[in-house]
């Protein structure tokens, strides 16, 4: 089938403004909209530029506005979109270059939480150990694959782009809740701050967009109750 592609485009040296240019693609059903954007590079426009990597929905690097939802370039088909696609960058994050988005304060956010295990108590002589049920608790916030898709469709965060966002409350979720980890507190210090969870007003975008089907609002919800029960 024959399946029309807008994207738009804007290349700093070139344009003053973003602007949509549109593509005719010869595609499968089962394609997935990184391979009509591998079609338009390498048969059409070879300046046309994009992230990604694994193109198996694991490293995060391709997610982008894709018919109005955030989604991942390697995960959508053409099946579920139709013959008419429009492909436009991650919203409110600054862009670089046509489907490339700046993503320094995203990460610098997700750096804020301490995403990583903090131990204060000496290691013991072997492992630290964790129960299944221990385990469970944060299974869910260690799918993040940090795409950004959530954080960027926030409108939270557009009105407030101080706001830490989805991706960074749930990857301090991961840790706050790991038995084995002793950081805590400074994390629900952290998130306690204006830009930090109260700024999430419920609107559930995130949670449409996560490709990894991750539950954020509930995440969002148990780091605040445990910020409610620690000042309480
Ligand atoms: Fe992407 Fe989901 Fe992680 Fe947000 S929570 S960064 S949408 S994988
Ligand atoms: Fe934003 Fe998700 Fe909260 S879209 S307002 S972080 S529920
Ligand atoms: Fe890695 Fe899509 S290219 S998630």
């Known amino acids: 089938m024959q399946v ?18 549109a593509y005719t693609v010869r595609a499968e059903p089962m394609d997935r909209v990184l391979d009509l954007l591998h079609k338009v ?3 059409q426009d070879g300046t046309l530029t994009f992230r990604r990597s694994c ?11 894709i018919n109005g939802r955030n989604r991942l370039a390697c995960k959508i088909r053409v ?17 670089v270059k046509d489907l490339v988005v700046n993503m320094d304060g995203f990460f ?5 939480v301490n995403p990583f295990l903090v131990t204060e108590t000496p290691p013991p002589a072997r492992e630290r150990l964790q129960s299944p049920a221990e ?22 965060f557009w009105a407030q782009p101080g706001y830490v966002g989805p991706a960074a409350i749930v990857n301090a979720h991961r840790f706050i809740f790991d038995s084995r980890d002793e950081g805590g507190e400074e994390r629900l210090e952290i998130l306690a701050d204006k830009d930090g969870v ?15 089907g991750i539950n954020i609002t509930r995440a969002i919800l148990e780091v605040s109750s445990a910020i409610v029960e620690r000042q309480g």
């Open 135 to 156: 385990r469970a608790r944060f299974d869910d916030t260690t799918k993040c694959i940090l795409c950004g898709a959530c954080t960027s469709s926030c409108p939270s």
């Open 198 to 212: 109260w700024r999430c007003r419920t609107i559930f975008n995130c949670v449409d967009a996560c490709p990894r």
């Open 41 to 43: 590079k390498y048969e």
């Open 108 to 112: 610098a956010k997700y750096r804020s």
């Open 55 to 65: 193109a198996h929905g694991v490293c995060g690097s391709d997610a982008m506005l």
């Open 79 to 95: 099946d579920q979109l139709g013959r008419r696609i429009t492909v436009a960058p991650l919203p409110g994050l600054p862009v």
């Open 4 to 21: 029309e592609l807008r994207i738009l485009r804007f290349d700093p040296e070139r344009d003053t403004a973003p602007h949509w240019e």
